[in-house]
Nanobody, 115 residues
Framework: QPQFVESGGGLVQPGGSLRLSCAAA????????MGWYRQVPGKQRELVAE???????KYADSVKDRFTISRDGAKNTVLLQMNSLKLDDTAVYYC?????????WGQGTQVTVSS
């Protein structure tokens, strides 16, 4: 069973930075398109950023120029560098992997932006 485990969430002040990491296990990581989603209570989960198995990134308009997604094939990890964080970035962030019609989610990590 594939596993995706997130880490790196926490509490940060507005304008600060955090880096989320997602470690993939029991998967052929190189074939997976990977992404980060986020969700706040009462709202649908939304795409934050995604990266193809070839390394092409795509971002939600709300995080463009502030967040950077990357992947490390040697470590089977996908990273989300979050800079200039805003109050509205507060959410649970989920790692997502998809390949060959299958998709998997991590358990989520809380990011709280607060002064």
């Amino acid at each position: 069973q594939p596993q995706f485990v997130e880490s790196g969430g926490g509490l940060v002040q507005p304008g600060g930075s955090l880096r989320l990491s997602c470690a993939a296990a029991e998967v052929a990581f190189s074939i997976y398109a990977m992404g980060w989603y986020r969700q706040v209570p009462g709202k649908q989960r939304e795409l934050v950023a995604e990266i193809t198995n070839g390394g092409s990134p795509k971002y939600a308009d709300s995080v463009k120029d502030r967040f950077t997604i990357s992947r490390d094939g040697a470590k089977n990890t996908v990273l989300l560098q979050m800079n200039s964080l805003k109050l509205d970035d507060t959410a649970v962030y989920y790692c997502h992997g998809e390949a060959a019609g299958y998709e998997y989610w991590g358990q989520g990590t809380q990011v709280t932006v607060s002064s």
